[in-house]
């Protein structure tokens, strides 16, 4: 199958994966005279941070993507595929994608990260990942038929587990959902469904360390972990999980939950695309990079956001798998390509830590930036205006700030809908695959 891009005089630079390196990258690049080939599975940008609002039914889908060609549109030097990519070939300079082969000038790997089982099984078959917009839409909908289900059951066993929600991981991930469902339970679904008790819903936040948000400062830890308890959220810390049937969640000391639901935000492991020397793949599946973010023993190939593993002095076990590491590598790969093309010295990356953050619900958030650390309303606030102003696209800003309001006043949103694929288009993609 032809990729059908045009050969012209400029060096071209294919990028894999469009998250938030990749596409900061294209867009850094264009203007120099580039020829810029993106390449995603997806012919949109997710914006990860706000994936629980989703699950949670706070946001559509739609707000927190954005299209790829509209992102582009009238650049007559980017070109965009959607292809899955299933072989670099170093020594041809071209990769394999289900369209066909792409040769390259430069290729960033810029593939982001994906779920970290730890290679518990059951968990991989019975738990729910959040690591893209499908798998929340797909959380979301479990969790309202789970609801639909209880209201129609007898058996009170069963409707229990039918509520109770099991999330493992207390990072900001597993934090934010757990505050996002407790709000839910305690404002939305009383009202939804007013012949259940929603008293006997439990959610429960599993973390193996002994405090929430590892990165993240003892204060920022020990206030999300009140304004959790507070909310109704029972935070088991320095708890392992074994094993999840999915029915039964059993952790290590014995201890067991029963839930339908478990949501699975605990760790997260590069995603690695074939014909990577496995010699330079490190721990968390990432692929080693020097100074500059080119892989070892390459001087065309790069890696940048969460799938490069970069040692430095300030970070020897590698930088945060965080968006601020991803735009920072991503702006500065920009600069350096621009200066290999013109024979100048490269740069080196050093990372500037703006600051963490995590909001556990309403007016409840704590944010840690280099001198200064805050928590409450002020902690929401900033939390929202940063991540409103990093979303890609004007009219994606306005719809989410729409729904942020609209929410805030009503503690309410009209986005419980459970959208299922039909039985016929299930079918039409099988014959397409």
Known sequence: MPVNIPKTGQPRVVIIGAGFAGLKLARKLYKHNFQVVLIDRNNYHQFQPLFYQVATSGLEPSSISFPLRKAFQNIENVFIRIAEVKQIMTGEKMIDTTLGTVW???????????????????????????????????LRNTLLENFEKAVTRTDKEEKRRLLNVVVVGGGPTGVEVSGALAEMRKFVLPKDYPEMDFNNMTITLVEANTHLLHGMSEEAASKAFDYLTDLGVEVKLNHKVLNYNGEVVELEDKENFQTNTLIWAAGVKGQMPGGVNPDIVVRGNRIKVNQFNQIEGEENIFAIGDIAYMETEAYPNGHPQVAQVALQQAKLLAKNLLNIRDEKSLVAFKYNDKGSMATVGRNRAVVDLPKLKFAGFPAWMVWMFVHLMSIVGVKNRLVIFINWLWNYMTYDQSLRLIIRPSAKSVEWQKRKQ
């Open 104 to 138: 390259y000038d430069y290729l960033v790997i810029a593939t982001g990260a994906t779920t970290n089982f730890f290679g518990m099984e059951s968990f991989s078959k019975n738990g729910i990942p959040m690591k893209s917009v499908s798998e929340a839409l797909y």
